[in-house]
């Protein structure tokens, strides 16, 4: 089990290293760089209006013709780097990556280190309430509904489910303001931030209440669609194994239904539940955060992203993704280590690389 640990942690760094490559390559060829916006603002015009490329060699002729000093647009390209040729800044980030510095960022003067750890909790707090109630709700509810299969609970549940699963989370969202936050007469939970701005002098209790207050809406809308995914997995998987003959046998000696149930059929259906949980916990943490984080005015580290996407913030952007990366190349690990302590019968030091 540890040599299997450390070979996938060993892993981690080429598969970092080649999509920050990858990643690197294709923003060369994006539109619109950081110094072509730095010259469209010099001239007044919006940083839509900038037609460039993020290369530097076809660049330098229509910079130029734009009516600025070669030398102004010399100090412009020095001040984001980009006097240095591809490789060489290629170079320069990897290095740095390498002692988790990811540079200063171009447009919001702040360290790009200071603007992931501002932002992150937001994010950890979508994440991680989505993800817990998430399989809270729908291991237990999935169980239910196989030893119940067929019946009227799992048909009308079934068609909750379906419903959940066919809307949008950035939809549902929307439904949850209309419905609950001043779209209608009730006007139960705030839309905006991730606290109230008088959360400072709150007492302890009333801090908390009003955390969890502000989480409501963002919270739901990130569970309805792991919620109907993991609830149907959950129950195909016991169905399945309910229908074994070591499950016939173990009935046949009499063994409590309870104990059938949980003490046999729940560690080998549980294992594909656990399988998920990496890829569940990657979709609402990163994937699902974003549009929801818009929609809330809750500025987190997908709102970070997004936004320094568009302004064309190379260091920001190269920052969230490699920490989002890692993040999950991690999780994952954690995911198949989650295995053994299900089954104890599963030996990763047994797997060939």
């Not at 501002?118 to 993800?131: I, N, R």
């Not at 016939?248 to 294992?271: D, M, P």
């Not at 539940?273 to 997908?302: K, M, N, R, W």
Request: proline share 4%; aromatic share 12%.
């Amino acid at each position: 089990m540890l040599a299997y640990a450390l070979r996938r942690l060993l892993l981690i760094v080429p598969t970092l290293v080649i999509i920050l490559l990858v990643n690197f390559v294709i923003v060369q060829a994006a539109p619109g760089g950081p110094v072509e916006q730095a010259i469209a603002r010099l001239q007044g015009l919006g940083g839509g209006a900038v037609g460039g490329s993020g290369g530097d060699s076809v660049q330098g002729a229509s910079r130029a013709s734009r009516g600025l000093d070669p030398k102004l647009i010399k100090d412009i390209e020095r001040q984001y780097g980009f006097d240095k040729p591809a490789h060489e800044r290629l170079w320069l980030m990897l290095k740095n990556y390498a002692t988790l510095d990811f540079g200063n960022s171009f447009f919001r003067g702040a360290k790009v280190t200071d603007l992931i750890l501002d932002k992150m909790p937001v994010t950890l707090s979508l994440g991680f309430w989505a993800t817990l109630i998430t399989y809270l709700v729908s291991i237990p509810l999935g169980i239910r509904k196989a030893v119940h299969h067929g019946s009227h609970f799992d048909i009308w549940t079934s068609t909750a489910i379906v419903i959940g699963y066919a809307m949008p989370a950035f939809l549902f969202a929307m439904l949850l303001i209309v419905l609950f936050a001043g779209g209608t007469e009730l006007n139960w939970f705030p839309v905006r931030g991730l606290v109230s701005e008088n959360f400072a002098q709150l007492s302890p209790l009333g801090k908390v209440a009003d955390y969890f207050w502000h989480l409501v809406l963002p919270v739901l809308s990130l569970v309805i669609g792991g919620f109907a995914t993991l609830t149907i997995l959950t129950k195909n998987s016991f169905l399945n194994e309910i229908t074994r003959q070591y499950v016939v046998t173990a009935r046949a000696k009499g063994v409590s239904e309870r104990r059938v149930l949980y003490g046999h059929v729940f560690r080998n259906a549980i294992l594909l539940v656990v399988a998920g949980l990496p890829q569940a916990f990657i979709s609402v943490f990163f994937a699902g955060s974003l549009l929801i984080e818009v929609i809330f005015s809750l500025d987190g580290l997908g709102r970070l992203s997004y936004e320094a996407a568009v302004a064309r913030d190379y260091p920001v952007v190269f920052g969230t993704l490699f920490i989002f990366t890692l993040f999950g190349l991690l999780i994952k690990l954690v995911g198949d280590l989650c295995y053994t302590l299900v089954d104890p019968r599963i030996d990763f030091a047994a797997r060939t690389a």
